[in-house]
C-alpha cells in the first residue's frame, strides 16, 4: 500500500495555497479555536511536548521544551523566526510546504508564536526561492486580510504581525544564529553559544528559530493531540517526517513517513529500488552533510533518528541521495568538498583553511597530481577539523567524505595510483591540471571582488518594515527605518 500523508496533505490539495481551498478543508480553525477558546499559552506549549514533535531541520531537537527555553514575566519583545532557508544539499522538503500549502506554516506560526508570547514572526527564506517567497507573501496578505493576523485576533487581545526576508544565497544562513545575524542586517556568521536565541536571539531578545516543518506540523497535533501524532514514529522519535528522495532510484520525490518505517521496504517498495536495474552502491540519508552508508547499513536501518545513528549516519534534514554502482565516490567527494569549501563563512580557522585544503587535494586527485601522501594528510587535517568551529560546517565537509574515504579505499587507492577513475576509467578534472605547481596546499588567487562602482548597497532597512522597540541595552541596538 502507498504512503500516505496525514500530516501534510495539503501538499496534494489542488488550490490550497487559496485561503479559501484551505479554510474549505478545515484551515485556520485551529488558530481560531486557540484563541476563541482561550487555550493558555502553557497548554500549547505542553501539548507540542508530550507530542514528541522535534525540529526537522536536522537537529532534531524537542520543539515544546525549545519553546520553553524562552523567559516568561520579560518586558523584552520577542520573536519567532521561521528558517526556510533550506539550502543542504540533497533536499527539498520545506519547498513543497511554501510553494504548495503555504496557509498551514503561516497557521502553525501563529500557533507557536501564541505559545511564548511572540508578537512578531519572520519567515527567513532562501533567495532562489523566488515561487516559494510569492506564495508565502500571498498567503501573508490573505490571512492578515481575513484577520488572522494584525491587532487583537478575533478580540483576544493577541497581536501578531508576520513578514517575509529572503537571503542572498549564504548555506551558512541555515544555521540558526547566522540566521539572526543576517536578519539584523550583517553579515551571516553563526554566534558563540549561549547564550542560546531563546534568552538572547534577534537584536538580543528572546527569539525561537523553528523549521518550515517542524511549525507546519503544529495545526494538526493541536487539533488531533498529541495521541494522535504519537501514534506513529517509536518512543524517542514520535510522528511522521518528509524525505526528499534523489540521484539513482526509480521514484524520487518528497515522502511523508512514519518514523520508525524499515528503510528496506521504503527503499525497495515505495521507491522501487535503483534506476535502470541497476545495483546500490552508497546513501547519504540525511542531507549532503552526514555520513555516507553502505547498502548492507542502510537497508538494515529503520527511519528514525536512534536507528540510523546506530546504523553509521544520522537522519539530518532528511535529504537522502541514492548513488548506484556507476557512482565515482572520489568524483562524489569532489563535488561535496566544492560546495563547502565555497560555503564556508570563514569565521573559524580549522573550516576556513580546512574546506580549502580538502577542496584542493581531492581537487588534484581528480587532476592525475596528487602530492605523495595525500590520502594521509586528507585523514589528518580532516580530523583536525572535525569538533572544532563554532557551527557544524566544518564537521559537514568531513563526515561524508571520510566516511567515504573510509568504505571505499580502493577507489581512492587507484584514483591515486592510477590518475583516473576506477569506475569510469576518466580523469574527470583533467583540464585543471596545474605545472610546476609548488609543493604545498594552499589557496588560490585570492577573489577578484567587483569594484565598488559597479554596484551599489543601501544599508538604510534591516529585515522587513522592523517595528522599533526600546532595547534595555542601546550599544546593541540599532534603530530600524527610523
Not at 214 to 234: C, D, F, H, M, S
Not at 382 to 411: A, R, W
Not at 451 to 472: C, G, L, Q, R, Y
Amino acid at each position: 500500500m502507498a504512503l500516505e500523508k496525514h500530516v501534510f496533505g495539503g501538499i496534494d490539495i489542488p488550490g490550497n495555497t487559496d485561503i479559501k481551498v484551505y479554510e474549505e478543508h478545515g484551515g485556520y480553525k485551529n488558530w481560531k479555536n486557540v484563541l476563541q477558546n482561550k487555550m493558555q499559552p502553557e497548554e500549547v506549549i505542553e501539548v507540542v511536548k508530550a507530542s514528541g514533535l522535534r525540529g526537522r531541520g536536522g537537529a532534531g531537537f524537542p520543539t515544546g521544551l525549545k519553546w520553553s527555553f524562552v523567559p516568561k514575566g520579560t518586558d523584552k519583545p520577542k520573536f519567532l523566526l521561521c528558517n526556510a532557508d533550506e539550502s543542504e544539499p540533497g533536499t527539498f522538503k520545506d519547498r513543497e510546504i511554501l510553494e504548495k500549502d503555504p496557509h498551514q506554516l503561516i497557521e502553525g506560526m501563529a500557533i507557536a508564536a501564541y505559545a511564548f508570547g511572540a508578537q512578531t514572526a519572520y519567515v527567513y527564506l532562501r533567495g532562489e526561492f523566488v515561487k516559494g517567497w510569492k506564495m508565502v507573501e500571498a498567503a501573508i496578505a490573505q490571512a492578515r486580510e481575513a484577520g488572522y493576523l494584525g491587532e487583537n485576533i478575533f478580540g483576544s487581545g493577541f497581536n501578531l504581525e508576520m513578514y517575509t526576508h529572503r537571503g542572498a544565497g549564504a548555506y551558512i544562513c541555515g544555521e540558526e544564529t547566522a540566521l539572526i545575524e543576517s536578519l539584523e542586517g550583517k553579515r551571516g556568521m553563526p554566534r558563540i553559544k549561549p547564550p542560546f536565541p531563546a534568552v538572547e536571539g534577534f537584536y538580543r531578545n528572546p527569539t525561537v528559530v523553528n523549521n518550515v516543518e517542524t511549525l507546519a506540523a503544529v495545526p494538526k497535533i493541536i487539533e488531533n493531540g498529541a495521541e494522535w501524532y504519537r501514534q506513529w514514529g517509536t518512543e524517542k522519535s514520535p510522528g511522521t517526517k518528509l524525505w526528499s528522495v534523489c540521484g539513482h532510484v526509480e521514484r524520487p520525490g518528497v515522502y511523508e513517513v512514519p518514523l520508525g518505517y524499515p528503510m528496506k521496504k521504503f527503499f525497495e517498495e515505495d521507491l522501487g529500488g535503483c534506476w535502470k536495474g541497476r545495483k546500490l552502491k552508497a546513501v547519504i540519508p540525511g542531507g549532503s552533510s552526514v555520513f555516507t552508508m553502505t547498502p548492507d547499513e542502510f537497508l538494515a536501518c529503520d527511519m528514525d533518528y536512534e536507528s540510523i545513528v546506530e546504523h553509521g549516519s544520522m537522519l539530518g534534514s532528511g535529504g537522502m541521495i541514492i548513488m548506484d554502482e556507476t557512482t565515482c565516490m572520489v568524483e562524489m567527494a569532489q563535488v561535496i568538498a566544492t560546495f563547502y569549501h565555497h560555503e564556508s563563512c570563514g569565521q573559524c580557522t580549522p573550516c576556513r583553511e580546512g574546506t580549502g585544503w580538502v577542496h584542493k587535494m581531492i581537487t588534484d586527485i581528480e587532476a592525475g597530481q596528487p602530492q605523495p601522501g595525500v590520502k594521509d594528510l586528507l585523514f589528518d587535517v580532516m580530523d583536525e577539523m572535525f569538533g572544532t568551529t563554532i557551527c557544524p560546517l566544518s564537521d559537514s565537509i568531513v563526515m561524508p567524505i571520510k566516511s567515504m574515504m573510509e568504505k571505499f579505499p580502493e577507489e581512492f587507492d587507484y584514483y591515486i595510483r592510477e590518475g583516473k577513475s576506477m569506475i569510469t576509467g576518466k580523469t574527470r578534472m583533467a583540464h585543471k591540471r596545474i605545472d610546476d605547481k609548488p609543493n604545498v596546499y594552499r589557496r588560490g588567487e585570492p577573489f577578484n571582488y567587483p569594484k565598488a562602482e559597479n554596484f551599489t548597497t543601501s544599508f538604510d532597512t534591516v529585515a522587513h518594515e522592523t517595528p522599533e522597540h526600546e532595547m534595555p541595552d542601546l550599544r546593541y541596538f540599532r534603530k530600524v527605518n527610523g
